[in-house]
């Protein structure tokens, strides 16, 4: 996945014929003095910009991610295509960016010859522990074709406000990621202060339900499910990740055997999954309408990709974790986030379908969801609780 500069450049070089008069006057234009700075990214290495950086190319959909909201002007590219809904918050100029692929995360791998393309000034590559074993090879394959690499830890929800920090020096806009770096820590503030007194053994216990079967989920040391710990929640799936990737597998038996207090869904179709005949009735938190469906417009508010958004994911779950505990208003909560980040409010329509609780046994894409709470809560946490060995 790494090495997709290489045979591609050769091809570039190869079919370009270059003229004597025109390679005269390249070497003329690189003898030239250029204005550049030196910067040191978040993983402690110096590295020499332009003075000026006006094209930025994000290879990873964290990254990306930040970019659009704290410059999207400067953004050249995205990893992933645009889904239905998203231009309503995002600048038109970014819906119609070209899509390159990525270094790392999801989606498909990054191509030496359309990043070249778009003439990035500067790369931001995924810093922090999920990268470490890949950075110089990133270093490599980007002073290949030429372009500065820069590493951006974002790794955890509290590495965002360094992060936006970091990016908001580098580009001139400072003051615009203070606010947002302001923003993700007094979330993380927010919660933590709320949930800080939950004992272990009444922590509410969650099952992770990923894929169209609801059988891939996440171990409790896997980053996928950082917000779900930073809320209060007990993650079932008790393990160290076999990769970064995650989804691992697991089965229904194991599911009714965790008996979670409640399931948080990533994929619609496996709402329909969740009907009155099917087997997944047999789970409590199934019969009880313990399920939550994970909001994902224009970015998902907990993972794939992680993002800043896990600042508002913390305090909507948080609140279905605990209500008593932590009392939000969430739609005003909801307003005011996508305002700040995104410039645009959500209308009445679109809160009452993402914080609605999902009828099960419906495709929930069609749904017409109402404002619903959950069923009522327990006087700590708002489930049933073990009180046995975690």
């Not at 470490?132 to 955890?156: A, K, W």
Request: charged letters at 20%; aromatic letters at 8%.
């Amino acid at each position: 996945m790494f090495s997709f500069f290489t045979a591609a450049l050769r091809r570039i070089v190869r079919r370009r014929e270059v003229a004597p008069a025109a390679l005269a006057c390249g070497l003329l234009l690189a003898a030239l003095p250029a204005q550049a700075r030196e910067v040191t990214d978040m993983l402690g290495r110096k590295v020499e910009v332009p003075e000026r950086i006006q094209r930025v190319l994000g290879t990873a959909p964290p990254l990306t991610s930040l970019l659009m909201v704290l410059a999207p002007d400067s953004l050249v590219g995205l990893n992933l295509p645009p889904q239905p809904g998203d231009e309503r918050y995002l600048p038109a100029g970014v819906t119609r960016l070209p899509q390159v692929g990525s270094m790392l995360g999801h989606g498909a791998t990054m191509n030496a010859e359309t990043v070249l393309a778009l003439k990035p000034d500067v790369a931001l590559a995924w810093g922090g522990e999920i990268s470490m074993s890949n950075v110089d090879n990133i270093v490599r394959q980007f002073e290949r074709i030429g372009v500065p690499v820069l590493f951006v830890n974002v790794d955890t929800l509290a590495d965002w406000p360094r992060a936006f920090d970091f990016v908001g020096s580098l580009l001139g806009r400072g003051e615009r990621a203070a606010q947002l770096g302001g923003e993700v820590q007094a979330a993380l503030d927010k919660v933590q202060a709320a949930l800080d007194k939950v004992q272990a053994a009444r922590r509410t216990r969650v099952y992770y339900a990923q894929g169209a079967d609801g059988l891939s989920t996440e171990c409790n040391e896997s980053f996928h499910v950082e917000p779900i710990a930073l809320a209060g929640g007990y993650n079932v799936h008790r393990c160290k990740p076999s990769s970064h990737v995650g989804m691992e597998k697991v089965s229904l038996e194991q599911v009714l055997a965790w008996d979670p207090d409640l399931i948080i869904v990533q994929d619609r179709a496996f709402l329909a999954r969740l009907g009155a005949d099917g087997p997944w009735r047999n789970v409590r938190a199934v019969r009880e309408g313990r399920v939550l469906l994970v909001p994902r417009t224009p970015m998902n508010w907990l993972d794939r990709p992680p993002s800043f958004m896990r600042a508002l994911g913390i305090q909507w779950l948080a609140n279905r974790f605990y209500p008593h505990r932590f009392p939000a208003d969430l739609n005003a909560t909801t307003r005011a986030f996508y305002q700040r980040f995104y410039g645009v409010e959500p209308d009445a329509a679109q809160l009452a379908q993402w914080l609605a609780t999902p009828a099960l046994g419906t495709d929930a894409a069609a749904a017409a969801p109402t404002p619903a709470a959950m069923p009522a809560p327990a006087p700590e946490g708002g489930m049933h609780h073990h009180h046995g060995q975690h």
